[in-house]
């Protein structure tokens, strides 16, 4: 397999530098799709419309029924202004390949291009699901299960691969159980009385309202929760007033709640609605409250993660493969997981000594080692032929 690999690996990265340089918002990748059915078309493989522009296709191996696994490719960018200077920097001023999705298809159409040569050598059924709108709620999965991505046939399995620049290109990280946390959205709106600065005794200052709030909030999560429980409450953006000597009517908060536990995650919905009432209620304001609930937690089966655990330590390297810490992010991948056993696999992106390619993820100066798309190819391909 290590020498089809080598073969394609140039085409590869010649797609991922491509999709780079063409960088499309999510649910908005009208060129991408294009691009990626006429890939899917040159190599024979049938692929059917889902999610606006999004694609599902399938393989067959050596008898079909033995099992279904599915893999995902993301392929939406993120409104980011890159700073790389580089032959395949986005041309599309203001959007950017910054999470690497680039890669994830580039890796997955790599390796269709691999089972179809060698699908007479492996058994089962792959499904080739290439998703739009992974950044962008409701995100595109849920969306995809809705129209039966998960059907026809059934799928048995799920697997999607993700760029990690926190591992060296060549290795991989997988865990077994909860992985990454739900995220949800928060909006709140601390109601006042605006008026003449100068006469705070005439208003009802929402300014100072939403300053108690914003602490208040925190008690939630130290102590309402389980400490074994990791959640997040982060309010990254205040709005509101117009000059410093005018009390406004009103000011907006919007946050981000990262849990890890679903049952907890629906408590801390209605603690933070209740609560933000009562206390604006109580300094002689109100709050409407608005969670709009987004991604659930991502749950790698822990049956099948010591599955393709085994596969891959015998295709990579047991030093290869490695365990991930938990993380406080999220993945629309998540919705599979609640739906069919599914396991997320990170790709590490970064040079063998840590000094290339180690930005963040979602920032303007990320890119990859681009080594890492043949690890990833492979990791799929030796999935597809291990799997029983």
């Not at 991408?32 to 059915?37: A, E, M, Q």
Request: glycine letters at 8%; hydrophobic letters at 40%; one cysteine or more.
């Amino acid at each position: 397999m290590q020498e089809l690999i080598q073969q394609i690996l140039p085409e590869a990265i010649a797609i991922r530098r491509h999709i780079h340089a063409n960088p499309e918002l999510s649910f908005e990748e009208y060129e991408t799709s294009s691009f990626i059915k006429a890939a899917l078309d040159k190599l024979g493989i049938a692929a059917v419309p889902m999610a606006g522009t999004g694609w599902v296709a399938v393989i067959q191996g050596t008898n079909p029924a033995a099992h279904c696994i599915g893999f995902r490719a993301d392929f939406d960018a993120l409104p980011i202004v890159e700073k790389n200077e580089v032959s395949y920097k986005s041309k599309n001023e203001g959007v950017m390949h910054a999470c690497g999705h680039d890669v994830h298809t580039a890796c997955l159409l790599g390796a269709a291009k691999i089972l179809m040569q060698t699908k007479d050598t492996w058994q089962g059924t792959v499904k080739l699901i290439f998703q739009p709108g992974e950044e962008k709620d409701p995100g595109g999965a849920s969306i995809m299960i809705k129209e039966g991505v998960l059907d026809n046939p059934k799928m048995d399995a799920i697997f999607a691969l993700h760029v990690y620049p926190h591992l060296p290109a060549g290795t991989i990280g997988t865990r077994e159980g909860t992985y990454m946390a739900s995220a949800d959205e928060v909006y709140i709106t601390v109601k006042g009385k605006g008026g003449h600065a100068a006469m705070p005794q005439l208003c009802i200052d929402p300014i100072m309202i939403a300053a108690q709030l914003l602490n208040s909030l925190q008690s939630i999560i130290t102590r309402n929760r389980n400490p074994i429980d990791q959640t997040v409450l982060t309010f990254g953006k205040i709005s509101g007033g117009t000059k410093g000597n005018i009390i406004p009517d009103e000011v907006q908060l919007e946050g981000t709640l990262r849990c890890m536990n679903e049952p907890w995650r629906v408590k801390c919905h209605e603690l933070i609605a209740s609560q933000s009432k009562q206390i604006c209620q109580a300094l002689g304001g109100d709050a409407a409250v608005k969670i709009l609930v987004g991604y659930p937690c991502v749950h790698n089966d822990e049956v099948l993660t010591k599955k393709a655990n085994t596969i891959l330590h015998q295709a990579l390297g047991a030093n290869n493969v490695v365990t991930l810490p938990l993380r406080m992010t999220a993945d629309d991948f998540s919705f599979y997981t609640h739906q069919v056993p599914g396991c997320y696999i990170r790709i590490g992106t970064t040079n063998a000594d840590g000094t290339q390619f180690n930005s963040p993820v979602h920032t303007n100066t990320f890119d990859i080692d681009e080594s890492a798309i043949g690890t990833g190819i492979q990791t799929i391909c030796s999935i597809v032929h291990g799997y029983k």
